[in-house]
Structures are given as C-alpha cells and as structure tokens.
C-alpha cells in the first residue's frame, strides 16, 4: 500500500466515523491508553469489551444491597436479582435477531457449554468428535476435552481444531476440508 493510499484509507477511515450514528457512545466508555498516553484501538470487545464509565457506580449499588439486603436482594434490591435474565430477554432477542423464546442470557460462554454438552453430547461410534476453532479461549478448550474424557473419549483424538494455525481466518474451503478429513 503506497503512501497516498494509506492516507486515503485514513480519511475514508476518519469520515466513516464520524458519521457513524453509534459514534456518540464511545464517551461513555473508558478507553485504555498506550505507554504514550493515545487512546489505543481495541479490537476485542467479544472476550472483555471496554469498561462503561458508569460501571463502577452501579456495581457499588448492587455490593451496597447485598450488603443490606443480603439473601433478600433476590427479590427486594431496587432492581431484584433474581429475573435479571427476564429483565434482558428482549433487548437481547432484538439485539441478535430471535424470537424472545428462543432467547435467554446467563452464564458465561464456557458455563453454556459445559450445560450444553452435559445435556446434548452422546458419543457413538464414528460420531463422536467435538470441533471447535483452533483459537477458542483455554477455558473452552478445556471443558470439551473434559467432557470428551468424562464420555470415555480420549480428548487428543476427540478434539478437532479447526481453522488456520496462524492468526489468520479460515476460509469455508479450509474449513470443509478440515471437518471432511475427519
């Protein structure tokens, strides 16, 4: 990419941004800086996204009630506890595209899974392997070699890693071809 064209890309970039309709969110998040002091471009927001700059108060609110409340804070908090995830069902059913019956937030991702895969994982003969993308977080690794052993499967051969070895994305191609040879 020559110079000018990196430039381009830059103001193409700058302009895409301001004009993005999301743009006014961004000041409400803590934004990490690099050693230099400039905000840094943070690309991970699907393992821990940024931290919302009112996070901190409302986390207080709730350690303040079980401070008080204790057990009762379940369903006496100003915000009771217990159906949080009621409460979510549908701003997450809009957010990704479900029905509110189809729609439930709990847990983290590895938790679901372990539940997932007590529930629904019954090996028998060829059909017993578990693919997961090679770069998927250690925890998650972990609780499908877990339950690969717990089913008397032995994880080195049950595990299936699909993707490329290096950083980059997988194409369908690689992909099909990875689960193909299995």
Same mark, same amino acid.
């Not at 821990?48 to 009112?54: F, M, S, V, Y």
């Not at 890693?161 to 299995?182: N, R």
């Given at each position: 990419?020559?110079?000018?064209?990196?430039?381009?890309?830059?103001?193409?970039?700058?302009?895409?941004?301001?004009?993005?309709?999301?743009?006014?969110?961004?000041?409400?998040?803590?934004?990490?800086?690099?050693?230099?002091?400039?905000?840094?471009?943070?690309?991970?927001?699907?393992?821990?996204?940024?931290?919302?700059?009112?996070?901190?108060?409302?986390?207080?609110?709730?350690? =303040?009630?079980?401070?008080? @409340?204790?057990?009762? &804070?379940?369903? $006496?908090? %100003?915000? /009771?506890?217990?159906?949080?995830?009621?409460?979510?069902?549908?701003?997450?059913?809009?957010?990704?595209?479900?029905?509110?019956?189809?729609?439930?937030?709990?847990?983290?991702?590895?938790?679901?899974?372990?539940?997932?895969?007590?529930?629904?994982?019954?090996?028998?003969?060829?059909?017993?392997?578990?693919?997961?993308?090679?770069?998927?977080?250690?925890?998650?690794?972990?609780?499908?070699?877990?339950?690969?052993?717990?089913?008397?499967? =032995?994880?080195?051969?049950? @595990?299936?890693?699909? &993707?490329?070895? $290096?950083? %980059?994305? /997988?194409?369908?191609?690689?992909?099909?071809?990875?689960?193909?040879?299995?």
């Amino acid at each position: 990419m020559t110079d000018s064209e990196r430039s381009d890309l830059l103001a193409r970039a700058e302009q895409l941004d301001r004009s993005d309709e999301l743009s006014a969110f961004r000041d409400r998040f803590h934004i990490p800086r690099d050693a230099a002091g400039e905000p840094v471009l943070y690309f991970t927001g699907n393992s821990l996204g940024l931290q919302p700059k009112n996070v901190r108060a409302e986390v207080e609110t709730v350690m =303040d009630e079980w401070a008080r @409340l204790g057990v009762h &804070g379940h369903f $006496d908090a %100003e915000h /009771p506890w217990m159906p949080y995830h009621e409460n979510l069902t549908a701003p997450m059913a809009r957010i990704v595209g479900a029905r509110e019956t189809e729609t439930v937030v709990m847990n983290s991702l590895t938790v679901n899974l372990h539940l997932l895969m007590a529930s629904f994982y019954r090996p028998s003969g060829e059909r017993r392997k578990i693919a997961i993308e090679r770069h998927a977080f250690p925890s998650d690794r972990y609780a499908v070699r877990s339950h690969l052993a717990f089913r008397g499967v =032995d994880p080195d051969d049950g @595990l299936v890693l699909l &993707g490329a070895a $290096d950083d %980059e994305t /997988p194409d369908d191609a690689l992909l099909a071809q990875q689960i193909e040879s299995q």
